[in-house]
């Protein structure tokens, strides 16, 4: 009986000490505030210039919303560490990738020399284009080592894309581009973002010298063989 009385007073003693001291700790952690990055937001777009033949014309483009790899189907921004794909709960995209880069990837075409409007789909009814555009990302994330103490990293973007005639839908060209670069400090998500930002304005810049190889006023006669252009950087 006395072995009871005394674990139900130190039980109570224990009890008393843990309610008198709850208001000064916490067992609860801290979690860091969420961000989110938007392509395109605050980004000063730089007027790129593409070499062309002395007697073309500006272009209008028609640009079909940009298909993604299916990894990248996320709101979270992909960094692969190795053969890996990491991503933190604590930074991500606000808004929808694919619409995201869709418009991003328009404003940069936009800006490049000699194409003078890029209509991003749905169109309006009656719009007339020299071309239609669609694009393929199958890279775009940061990169580092698998080692989780590495603070040295980059960045990649990659696409293919496919130029077509608008008035039958003839293949009129192809192409690929790949960029990536060093300079990420891993962690700073804000800094990759930039630096993606960075890459898809070079991939504007590549699709725009593949479309300067081709006639804006290409023949639309049904027996003429197109032969598609093959653009590759």
């Known amino acids: 009986m006395r072995h009871h009385r005394t674990s139900r007073a130190l039980c109570a003693l224990g009890a008393g000490l843990l309610l008198g ?25 730089t007027r790129v210039a593409v070499r062309l033949p002395a007697d073309s014309a500006s272009r209008t483009i028609g640009m079909r919303r940009v298909d993604l790899a299916a990894y990248l189907a996320t709101l979270a921004i992909v960094v692969r560490r190795g053969g890996r794909i990491a991503t933190s709960n604590f930074h991500r995209w606000g808004e929808d990738p694919s619409a995201g880069v869709t418009r991003a990837l328009s404003e940069y075409l936009g800006a490049t020399t000699h194409v003078r409007a890029v209509d991003v789909t749905p169109w309006p009814i009656r719009s007339r284009h020299d071309f239609v555009l669609q694009l393929h990302v199958s890279r775009l994330e940061g ?16 696409a293919s894309w496919e130029v077509f005639r608008p008035d039958d839908g003839a293949l009129l060209a192809r192409g690929e581009s790949d960029r990536r670069a060093d300079g990420w400090t891993v962690g700073d998500y804000r800094g990759l973002v930039r630096l993606l930002e960075h890459g898809l304005e070079q991939l504007a810049g590549d699709v725009a010298a593949c479309l300067v190889r081709l006639d804006p006023v290409t023949p639309r006669d049904s027996v003429v063989v197109v032969r598609p252009v093959a653009c590759q950087r």
């Open 21 to 45: 001291t709850g208001g000064c700790f916490s067992l609860a952690r801290t979690s860091p505030p969420l961000e989110e990055f938007a392509l395109g937001a605050g980004h000063a777009v």
């Open 143 to 158: 990169t580092a080592p698998d080692d989780s103490s590495a603070k040295e990293g980059g960045y990649r973007v990659a």
